[in-house]
């Protein structure tokens, strides 16, 4: 099975910093790939997909890149609302896996 | 609009079974599959597995394999996930989600308690 691996796996920012999200694939995926945001006691909600097309009516200051095994998430201006665990997931395959989770919060 | 509306929450003892439903609206049901994802206390999503609502095929994740199934009853437009032989590593909020993947709607998760 591919696994996917997130890091950091926490990170603490200031409002209006640029934050960078990494996941990588221990295979190629080409651009299977999709983010979510999970606020604390909700659930998840799909941001981007195709690896960099952002999901209507997310806040353009989300982006994501990447193809074959390595991708970002990039925040661009962090805001108090994005406090919230990150997750990527795959979806190349019949078996959709789930990096491990960034938990972001504000400095 | 689309809606996943889930069963109520639960509490079992060790070695019991659950059956988690997951009633679907706003769309042909028969279109789309359903996934079934978990989360344990604090701890990271887990993709459990799939269900196409067309024909029944399943694909479940190798860690489940033996103790989930997952079925459809196109009539009401209803999923279920059933998963046996329970574990006190099994508690976890079970969410499930409109397939294929990307997930663009979830239902709102069931608690699953194990304990004695």
């Known amino acids: 099975d591919i696994q996917m691996t997130q890091s950091p796996s926490s990170l603490s920012a200031s409002v209006g910093d640029r934050v960078t999200i990494t996941c990588r694939a221990s295979?190629?995926?080409?651009?299977?790939l999709a983010w979510y945001q999970q606020k604390p006691g909700k659930v998840p909600k799909l941001l981007i997909y195709?690896?960099?097309t952002l999901q209507s009516g997310v806040p353009s200051r989300f982006s994501g890149s990447g193809s074959g095994t390595d991708f970002t998430l990039t925040i661009s201006s962090l805001q108090p609302e994005d406090v919230a665990t990150y997750y990527c997931?795959?979806?190349?395959?019949?078996?959709?896996?789930f990096g491990g989770g960034t938990k972001v919060e504000i400095k | 609009q689309v809606q996943l509306v889930q069963s109520g929450a639960e509490v079992k003892k060790p070695g019991a079974s659950v059956k988690v439903s997951c009633k679907a609206s706003?769309?042909?049901?028969?279109?789309?599959?359903i996934s079934w994802v978990r989360q344990a206390p604090g701890q990271g999503l887990e993709w459990m597995g799939w269900i196409s609502a067309y024909n029944g095929n399943t694909n479940y994740a190798q860690k489940l394999q033996g103790r989930v199934t997952m079925t459809t009853d196109t009539s009401t437009s209803t999923a279920y996930m059933e998963l046996r032989s329970l574990r006190s590593d099994d508690t976890a909020v079970y969410y499930c989600a409109r397939v294929p993947a990307p997930y663009d709607y979830w239902g709102q998760g069931t608690l699953v308690t194990v304990s004695s």
């Open positions: 295979q190629g995926i080409s651009n299977y």
């Open positions: 195709a690896a960099s």
């Open positions: 997931q795959k979806y190349n395959s019949a078996s959709l896996t």
């Open positions: 706003g769309y042909t049901f028969t279109s789309y599959g």
